[in-house]
């Protein structure tokens, strides 16, 4: 069977923008960039972008091209026991999609209540607390799943390209629509002076520096899975430098861009800026209940968060269905809907049980989860870096210079198991 394509260069862009752009894009970069100082925090982040979260790509694209498969088979060519390291990862994924594929959940039911003008009646707090872990959630998410197997079924020209294509576009437009709103509240200003402010003392910080890395890291989902089945999609006449650099951006100006829209919203109605998941939940449904057309701006905003999860959960089911496919010899609609419902039943017990919900949550994203982008490198590094440099070169229009390679093979390693130690340790 003929390995699939991308059908141009800006499709894979937007579909690895959609991979990378996830509900921590709306919530989590705003929040850690208020907590660790606004610009003190936003100058790090963009350094380590550049630095390290391109090379991150970059070196997931490269294995994945020039192994022309995903985890399993790219890690079964370089390493000993690959194979079941990529078996891992894909389980992995699974979880991942499991789990997140509640949080989709919920927001689509938020978006309908906001449609309804339900929850313009309805305390946040209450509202939340009735859905969050019931028999209700188990169907939303039922719902998020039905639709991603739905987009990946169609395949990756005809499904993930094209529904990216239209979603990417959509999110930047809603996007950039509620943030003038926020900035145009009353007492914005306040909002800005928190979001921007720098707090330098912040800065000089190890911390901030680990946290911003952190943020960077796993925003851009190099992670040893999506974006080395995306790179294997990859026609040898694509441009991987510049794609990194295009996707590192997009993502970075979403989640940058998704602050202006919070943090004067939230101050301009005298809330609390700081609330985690909450924010999501509960501070900014308030906020729109007393916002001016507050239930139109609502529901074009959990319209984008519908948006953003749905371009990541596509890259989760693609990482496992791609593996069944080159593996089992099975078509991609049969593929797609088995391992759609065996997800629905791992995932199930976290729309009942909060404890399993944080377990599988914890299990994959951060014990084990992180593992798989050093898999990546150390399988891209036993393939030779010679031949992975002159991969990377292959269609480049510009130029990489020389110090991809020892950049690659000694230092970045080190700043994925220097991340993963972080976690740990600074909680």
């Keep these: 069977m003929a390995r699939e394509t991308w059908?141009?260069?800006?499709?894979?862009?937007a579909a690895s923008i959609g991979s990378a752009v996830g509900l921590g894009n709306i919530w989590m970069f705003p929040m850690r960039a208020g907590l660790y100082g606004g610009a003190a925090f936003l100058v790090p982040y963009l350094v380590l972008l550049f630095t390290v979260g391109v090379v991150g790509l970059t070196v997931e694209w490269t294995l994945g091209r020039s192994t022309k498969g995903g985890p399993i088979e790219a890690f079964a060519k370089a390493l000993p026991g690959g194979k079941y390291l990529g078996i891992l990862v894909n389980i992995i994924m699974i979880m991942i999609f499991a789990f997140y594929s509640l949080v989709l959940g919920w927001i689509l039911r938020y978006f309908i209540a906001t449609l309804t003008g339900e929850l313009t009646k309805a305390n946040p707090g209450a509202f939340f607390d009735a859905l969050a872990f019931s028999k209700e959630a188990l169907l939303w998410q039922f719902i998020v799943i039905a639709i991603t197997v739905g987009i990946v079924a169609m395949g990756v020209q005809k499904g993930i390209e094209r529904a990216n294509k239209i979603m990417m576009p959509a999110l930047f437009v809603l996007l950039i629509m509620l943030t003038i709103r926020s900035v145009t509240l009353p007492n914005a200003y306040e909002g800005l002076k928190f979001?921007?402010?720098?707090?330098?003392?912040?800065?000089?910080?190890?911390?901030?520096?680990?946290?911003?890395?952190?943020?960077?890291?796993?925003?851009?989902?190099?992670?040893?899975?999506?974006?080395?089945?995306?790179?294997?999609?990859?026609?040898?006449?694509?441009?991987?430098?510049?794609?990194?650099?295009?996707?590192?951006?997009?993502?970075?100006?979403?989640?940058?861009?998704?602050?202006?829209?919070?943090?004067?919203?939230?101050?301009?109605?005298?809330?609390?800026?700081?609330?985690?998941?909450?924010?999501?939940?509960?501070?900014?449904?308030?906020?729109?209940?007393?916002?001016?057309?507050?239930?139109?701006?609502?529901?074009?905003?959990?319209?984008?968060?519908?948006?953003?999860?749905?371009?990541?959960?596509?890259?989760?089911?693609?990482?496992?269905?791609?593996?069944?496919?080159?593996?089992?010899?099975?078509?991609?609609?049969?593929?797609?809907?088995?391992?759609?419902?065996?997800?629905?039943?791992?995932?199930?017990?976290?729309?009942?049980?909060?404890?399993?919900?944080?377990?599988?949550?914890?299990?994959?994203?951060?014990?084990?989860?992180?593992?798989g982008a050093l898999i990546a490198a150390l399988a891209l590094i036993r393939l030779g870096i010679e031949k992975a440099y002159e991969e990377l070169r292959k269609g480049a229009l510009i130029e990489v210079p020389e110090a991809w390679k020892p950049w690659v093979k000694y230092l970045y390693p080190i700043v994925i198991i220097?991340?993963?130690?972080s976690q740990f340790v600074l909680g």
Excluded: C, H
């Design 7 to 13: 059908g141009s260069r800006v499709g894979f862009v």
């Design 195 to 371: 979001y921007l402010l720098p707090d330098w003392s912040k800065m000089m910080s190890g911390k901030t520096w680990m946290i911003a890395l952190s943020q960077m890291f796993f925003s851009l989902s190099v992670l040893g899975t999506t974006m080395v089945v995306y790179g294997s999609y990859l026609k040898e006449s694509d441009d991987i430098p510049l794609s990194a650099i295009a996707t590192a951006f997009g993502d970075t100006a979403v989640a940058v861009t998704a602050g202006f829209l919070i943090f004067p919203a939230v101050f301009s109605f005298g809330v609390e800026p700081t609330a985690g998941p909450g924010l999501v939940f509960v501070t900014l449904p308030m906020v729109f209940q007393k916002m001016p057309g507050g239930i139109f701006f609502g529901m074009l905003f959990f319209l984008l968060l519908i948006f953003a999860g749905l371009s990541s959960t596509v890259s989760m089911l693609e990482v496992y269905v791609d593996s069944a496919i080159t593996k089992l010899n099975m078509s991609r609609k049969n593929a797609s809907v088995l391992l759609g419902l065996a997800t629905f039943l791992v995932g199930a017990p976290s729309a009942l049980s909060p404890s399993y919900f944080d377990w599988i949550a914890n299990i994959s994203t951060v014990y084990i989860g992180p593992l």
């Design 418 to 421: 220097v991340i993963y130690i």
